[in-house]
């Protein structure tokens, strides 16, 4: 009879602690965390596009500035040289020019057609040649 009252199962119900409170229904899939979440990843993603983008508009703005230093004609050579030798790049920004139409290639020429001066072919090798400028000699065989 002493043993009434302490049954291991009436021990263990006084034991138990309450069952936790269940957790609200979520009645929408979105909640405010989630979308908070969604808002945060997506202004990542696009700051890193944009971020992206402007790095490529920069190596073309270069490029840009380069071949109006030279009349609107670069060689490889001096291709690279305004991309600091960004051997990889160049390939990306050359093809993003000329998708734009800025630029066209010719051989190992990049032909940027707005930037070209008004140039006479050189008697000597017929490519066009510079007629101011520091680059007075033609550029491609020397001729003075
Ligand atoms: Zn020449």
Not at 39 to 61: D, H, I, N, P, S
């Amino acid at each position: 009879m002493l043993q009434r009252g302490f049954s291991p199962e009436a021990i263990h119900r006084a034991l138990k602690p309450q069952p936790p409170a269940p957790p609200p229904p979520k009645s929408r899939w979105i909640t405010w965390e989630t979308g908070v979440e969604i808002l945060k990843f997506g202004t990542q993603v696009g700051w890193a596009c944009y971020k992206r983008r402007q790095y490529w508009v920069e190596l073309e703005q270069r490029v840009l500035a380069s071949a109006k230093d030279h009349d609107g004609i670069l060689t490889h050579a001096q291709l690279l040289a305004a991309l600091q030798f960004k051997t990889r790049e160049a390939e990306t920004v050359t093809l993003r020019l000329c998708k734009q139409g800025a630029c066209r290639v010719e051989g190992n020429l990049y032909i940027f057609e707005r930037l070209l001066v008004a140039a006479p072919i050189c008697a000597y090798c017929d490519q066009p040649r510079p007629v101011s400028g520091r680059h007075l000699s033609c550029r491609h065989c020397g001729a003075p």
